[in-house]
Each structure stands twice: as C-alpha cells, then as structure tokens.
C-alpha cells in the first residue's frame, strides 16, 4: 500500500497549489512551515507515479482519500485573547479544540467525555482547573489533563498535580512547548495493554484505565496510572529513573528535577497511605520498585 501526503502551499504568488509525494503516515503528520497537511490518499499499486503536471500541481483522481484521527482537545480558558490563540494553534497542529470559558460549563463538557486531552486554566470563573479535576477523578475520568497556571511553587504543582492533573505548564510559556506536551499526553493517555495487572488486592486494568485496592476504586492521573502500570509489569523488579523516565515522559523532562518524585509521593498517597500500605520502595540512587509484600 503506497501513501501519498498532500498539503496545501502557499507560493510566492499568493497562491495555493495541490502538491504530492510518497511519504509515510509520520512524515504526513507533520505540520511542516508553511504547510498545512490536508489529508492522505492510498493506493494498493505496488509503484507510484508521479502525475504532476509542468507546472507541478498534483492530480490524482485514481487515489482514495483516507480521513486522519484528530485529537480532541477541551480547552477551559476565561481570558479571550489566550483562548482564541489556544483555538488557533490546536487546529492549525490538525486538532479538533472546543473551547469554554466558565468551570462549569467545562467540566459539564468533559463530563459527556469525547476528548482525548484537557486543557485547563488554573483559575477560571465558577470551578478553578483542580477543582474540575477533582470531580472528574472522582467520577472515574481519566483522560489526561493538562493546567496552565501562573503558580510556579512546589507546593502548587503538588497541590495540582493532588488534584488529578498530569502535568503543569507555567505562564507565560511557548506554544511548540505546549503542543508537544499535549502530544505526549495522548501518547501515554492511550491503552497499554488488555491483562489486568495485579498484586495482592490491588488491580490494574489497563484497557478501562482503572485502579482499585481491596475493592475501592482508586482515581489516578495518567502518569500515575503509567507509573504504577509500570512497576507492576516489572514484577517486583527495580524500574531506574531513567525508564521511568524514558517509558512515562518520553525523555520531556529533567532528570534532575523533582517531578518523578512528586508523582510516587502523590502515587502513594492514593494507593498505599488510605490501606495502611507501603508497596511502593524507593531504591536509593536507582529508581523505584514494587513490593507485593508490602501491600
């Protein structure tokens, strides 16, 4: 099966123009400088032929259009020009943004579900970002959600990351930044697999992204829940900072940092403190481990 990328360029004249070319379903992802990717076609001939014509404008009537996934983003910022920049970005990367400006219209939003990642400002009219958190963890959601926020202290980025969110991005901040962060959460806010992972009497179903212990249903973040996933797969096993880092963060973050840290301690505190348990150990200089024993 041959792919064909096409994108819609703007020549120097003003003009746009239909352009084609092999390429893969990676390259055609790509929202190259002023290119805006259109869609894929496919075609079952083992060659290609390239019908452009002189002036290089691409025909293809014997290709079959094929639609992409786009992911699904719900942004909930109160201040307009943020919001309508917000909007511009995510659809200009091929996402599908909605945008509410009240917590509570946004949490209502995420509550009917359909989105792939959250976008939350910290404080927002009616419900602040942690508060629309922490109902939606409390009902089961687990999409992966990201705040924005103007707080840059320790004890905020716990009190957020507490409150369900997956990671933090400080005002004022880059868009590539941002958007390169939302990818990596819908890479890890997807399935890791179908076996439900256990331990004692704590079990991990990875396909329904859901935790319980002694039968109580247990609300993580995306990260804890790829965490926990993790060291349960390693079988007691020490998983080192560098995996964890490698596997949960795709390498996004500083090893020297704090932050996989905060995200045991807050792991811990949902899944061993309530149970009067201690199955997570902390192995000096290398990583961490999983102890059935101790659960």
């Known amino acids: 099966m041959k792919m064909l990328c096409c994108w819609q360029e703007v020549s120097a004249s003003g003009f746009f123009a239909w352009r084609g070319r092999p390429a893969s379903a990676t390259a055609c992802r790509r929202n190259e400088s002023a290119l805006r990717i259109t869609t894929i076609f496919t075609r079952s001939d083992s060659s290609y032929a390239d019908t452009r014509s002189s ?160 039968h109580v249903p247990v609300a993580l973040s995306a990260r804890e829940f790829d965490i926990l996933a993790l060291l349960l797969r390693r079988g007691g096993s020490v998983v080192s900072r560098f995996t964890i880092l490698d596997e949960v963060w795709d390498g996004d973050t500083d090893l020297r940092s704090n932050t996989i840290d905060v995200h045991v301690a807050s792991l811990r505190a949902k899944i061993d403190k309530p149970f009067g348990r201690n199955s997570i150990e902390a192995v000096r200089g290398v990583g961490y481990r999983f102890d059935p024993a101790g659960g």
């Open 55 to 214: 002036n290089g404008t691409f025909t293809a009537p014997s290709w079959t259009p094929v639609t992409l996934a786009r992911m699904r983003v719900l942004v909930a910022e109160d201040e307009p020009r943020l919001a309508a920049l917000l909007e511009q970005a995510l659809a200009e990367a091929g996402w599908l943004p909605t945008v509410h400006h009240d917590g509570h219209v946004a949490l209502a939003a995420a509550r009917r579900g359909g989105f792939d990642v959250l976008l939350l400002d910290w404080m927002l009219p009616g419900l602040e970002g942690p508060q629309i958190l922490r109902a939606l963890r409390a009902d089961g959601h687990t999409t992966p959600a990201l705040v924005l926020t103007a707080r840059s202290e320790l004890r905020d980025r716990v009190d957020g990351l507490d409150a369900g969110a997956d990671d933090y991005l400080a005002k004022p901040f880059e868009l590539d930044e941002l958007l390169a962060r939302l990818r990596a959460l819908h890479r890890r806010g997807r399935s890791t697999g179908l076996v439900a992972l256990r331990a004692g009497d704590l079990v991990l179903d990875p396909a329904a992204r859901r935790v319980s212990r002694a």
